[in-house]
Structure formats: structure tokens, C-alpha cells
């Protein structure tokens, strides 16, 4: 998902955000030959994710800036660590900075909740799901962040998976039609190799959405007692998620119910900034 262009397109609508007009004071303050060196570094402990992104905030702002990456997407870190290096024309380095920092900050942090919640699950044969709960044209990079977490991402789009949501299922099954003859019409017409997904919020829907033929069936909301109800009445015949009522004090119980995965919005809506610094020093000339 996370690819150059997608990187460029994204870090350049950025900088370009940040500096329409160039950076005043860099300009005014800074001379043209100066030089400078700055080091990346942990304040509190993580999992990293952002190097590609945060090297291109540099190099697109000035090729002549090398980032020296020391800490890789997905490796975990301790406070003190040193995560990358970064050296050349002092007027570059300080108008990319902010927008390095930011975008690293943000995807380290979702990485961060993203380990947390996996390793909260270790043991069970659950597995942390993203949503579209994403911030809006960040989600390739906010999606890779959840990966580089340990996660999973759930569709990538409302194009490439079909879920039916109890919205969709209201305007469904107007005028009393059934549900389960409803959903093996869709199915029939489903593009191949599109997932069919289905969200239920009681037990008594389970076996009419089964019937229909889904691949995934989401038990939304449902109690830990109901959730092991629902997980033997599935009985195998579609992977269960569970969704809804998610957070770190619970999601160790939802996993224990048998569920196969479980979506957590959270994960990119709730996450703070990790606490990243970036020290510059500005080079001495040799005399």
C-alpha cells in the first residue's frame, strides 16, 4: 500500500502546505552554504514506522540532504535510541523537520498501539484488525503503520470488499424482505474473489446471514458470554470478527471467546503522536 509515489504525492502536499512561499526564516536567517547535522532520536519507547516518509520529507525539500536510516519500520525501540541521522544544506533540514517529525511521530504512535494490542492477544488465535476509522488521504500511511505494529488491515476501501452494516441492512430488508435470500442475491453477483461480509448484532441473526453465504460474519457489540455463543453456533463455517467495545483492558477476554479476528477503530483514530525529537546543530566552519 505504502509505495513511492504514494510517499511523494502525500509528503510533497505536505511541505508544500507547510511553506507555499518557501520558509521565511531559514531563508532570512540561515546562509545559503551553511551546513548542519541532526539526530533522530526516541524520548519514550516505541515501534518504528515512517523511515521512508520521513527521509522524503528531506530529500524532496533538498536531494542534497542524506538520511541515514538506523532504526527500520517495525523495529522497537527504548528512550535514548537513536532511530536516524541526517546531515546537509542547514536551510533544508529546517524546513522539513516539522513535517518529517510529524508524519513519523503519528505512524510510530499507531505502531506503538498497534504492538500492544498484539501483544495483548498473544496465545489465542486472534488477530488485530485496522478499520476505515482512518484520517482522511493518510490512510496508506497510517494502514502501514498498523502493519508495521504487527496488525492487519481490514479492506482497503469500500471498493474492495463487500460489508453490509446494520445500516445497509435496514435499507436491505425494507418492506419485510428476507435476509437470507437478500445476501445469496448479492452473492451471486459479486465480482470474483470479493469478500462477502456481514455485521450482525444479535444471536438470532447469526444463522440467516450463515445462510446467505458469507465468507465473514462481524459480531458487533456482542457480550464476552454472547460472543462464545456466537463463535460454537458459527461453528467454522465463516471466519468470526468481533468488533465494537475494544480497548486494552478488554480485548485479552474478546480473543479468549475464539473469535478469529477483531477490528479495532483505535488503533488509528485514538492513537497520540509518540515523543520523537529531532536535535539539529548547525556546522562550524573549519577556520
Partial sequence: MLDKQTIDTVVKAALLEDAPTGDITSLLAITEDATASAVLSAREAGTFSGAEVFQAAFELTDPRINVELIKHDGDRFIPGDVLARVSGPARGILTAERIGLNFTQRM??????T??????????QATILDTRKTTPTLR??????VVCGGGTNHRLNLSTAFMA?????AVLLAGGKDLTTELQRVKKELPEGVKFEVEVDRLDQIEPVIAGGVDI???DNFSLEDLKTGVAQVAGRAVVEASG???LDTVRAIAETGVDVISVGALTHSARALDLGLDVTIDTPEN
Fill in 108 to 113: 510510530s504512535g499507531i505502531a506503538t498501539l
Fill in 245 to 247: 467495545g475494544v480497548n
Fill in 115 to 124: 504492538a500492544a494490542y498484539v501483544d495483548a492477544v498473544k496465545g489465542t
Fill in 140 to 145: 496508506a500511511f497510517e494502514r502501514h503503520a
Fill in 217 to 219: 460474519i462481524m459480531l
Fill in 165 to 169: 452494516k446494520d445500516n445497509h441492512l
